[in-house]
């Protein structure tokens, strides 16, 4: 492998290192044939407790010539900021290996093997950071085989109770359980809303409140893997249940989402071709971004098609918080072209006003979840890494607020009830306003 491709791998594993997401639980990595010269494994927050388990088995090289330096073959941990002087040693060639750096610690290296086909060793980090555990093979054309089992925790309290969660992230069962809690009270107090005004409730408002429940559990069964991962490393099943209603819960939204925008059900009972064309891309990308993310949780950075993963969820992703504005934005030019040939010029006013709300809170809260949340993330210390979990998740509760108050069931439905005078004022304001630029 000549040196530009040597920096092209390593300049990727600089950008997964940049990804803050750290794994904690147990995993296990399958390693068949590699001869990348650098295999991001896991990432971890250590505080002055830290501990790594590092298991290998079924260790196998392609080149079998007793000669070769298996120093240069080995794992080792690296901070972030120890990476960036790494890569810049390795540019003006201080060293051919980055198991020659002295910025990173040796956990274990191949010329320790003395033959064997496995190994097993603990770790002890006492220093505090965020380190990420990669493998590095620094052989040319040496393909490498083994089954790797890595286990990263804290030790907490007088008992040396282990911790599998990242620090930064050891808070989180209590803040989704908490946010699941406030979810299953809005899903009862939207049943309460129902039942009080069951004459005017269209549709819409049950796939309202199925949306929420499935938000409730999405979180209630996150909790409770993130709980059991904390004490044991593993979800015990419970990360099945989360990814279900994970995938449910985002098909159910972005559907919501593109029924509101259409007017379904409380101003129109049907949907136009155009807009049943949506619901038919928005729904198959959903499948696609909750398979990709659950082979991005499943595989690890390890694998050599995780990055490609990585891409397709956030490509979708984009993909499908754009496709869910074009009804909105449909929805807005009808409402402003009816308003100049029915004569109901406050009726209008009235909905194109709400539609033009809900257009830029939608926009917001897309910007703020995907864009504003990554910014936190990549700024945040990782001591502090639940803090962009708690912003997403107001931001989350803050537009499913907005979307339950403003399409609430109406028993005098502020549409229909105008007066001459409202009426005139509105028709003013229709003449006078701007076209609306999106």
Request: charged share 20%; aromatic share 14%; proline share 2%.
């Amino acid at each position: 492998m000549d040196l530009s491709s040597r920096f092209s791998s390593i300049l990727i594993v600089f950008i997964l290192l940049t990804i803050s997401t750290a794994f904690a639980e147990i995993r296990k990595s399958e390693i068949r044939s590699d001869d990348r010269p650098i295999i991001p494994l896991d990432e971890f927050g250590f505080t002055h407790t830290g501990r790594l388990e590092l298991d290998a088995s079924k260790i196998s090289l392609s080149n079998t010539n007793p000669d070769l330096d298996l120093s240069k073959v080995g794992f080792f941990l690296c901070t972030r900021d120890a990476w960036v002087h790494v890569i810049q040693q390795l540019e003006e060639e201080e060293i051919t290996c980055a198991l020659q750096s002295d910025l990173v610690k040796h956990v274990f290296t191949f010329n320790r093997l003395n033959k064997n086909t496995s190994f097993s060793t603990v770790f002890t980090e006492n220093d505090a950071d965020q380190y990420s555990l990669v493998f590095a093979n620094c052989l040319q054309q040496v393909k490498v085989t083994m089954d790797v089992r890595s286990a990263m925790y804290n030790l907490e309290g007088k008992n040396g109770g282990r911790d599998y969660l990242s620090a930064g992230r050891t808070v989180l069962p209590k803040v989704y359980f908490l946010f699941s809690i406030i979810y299953f009270s809005l899903a009862a107090t939207w049943i309460y809303v129902l039942f009080k005004k069951r004459r005017t409730v269209f549709a819409i408002h049950f796939f309202m409140l199925g949306v929420v429940v499935l938000k409730a559990l999405n979180l209630l069964c996150e909790a409770e893997d993130k709980s059991y991962i904390k004490k044991t490393g593993n979800g015990h099943g419970w990360d099945v249940l989360f990814y279900i209603f994970s995938f449910l819960k985002g098909i159910t939204l972005f559907t919501l989402i593109v029924l509101i925008g259409t007017g379904w059900s409380f101003l129109k009972p049907y949907l136009q071709d155009k807009e049943k064309k949506v619901l038919m891309i928005v729904i198959p990308l959903q499948v696609v971004a909750n398979f990709a993310q659950v082979v991005i949780d499943e595989t690890g950075p390890y694998g050599q098609d995780w990055v490609t993963w990585k891409q397709i969820f956030l490509l979708v992703d984009v993909v499908c918080c754009c496709a869910v504005l074009f009804p909105i934005v449909w929805s807005i030019k009808n409402l402003r072209e009816a308003a100049k040939t029915d004569g109901k010029a406050a009726v209008n006013l009235v909905k194109l006003t709400l539609f033009r709300h809900y257009y830029i809170v939608v926009i917001c809260y897309i910007y703020f979840t995907r864009v504003v949340v990554y910014a936190l993330e990549t700024i945040t210390s990782y001591k502090y890494m639940w803090t962009s979990v708690v912003a997403s998740e107001l931001a989350t509760l803050a537009f499913y607020l907005f979307t339950g108050y403003k399409f609430r069931p109406e028993v005098h439905n502020p549409y229909f009830v105008v007066d001459d005078d409202e009426e005139e004022a509105a028709a003013e304001a229709l003449k006078l306003e701007d076209e609306f630029e999106l």
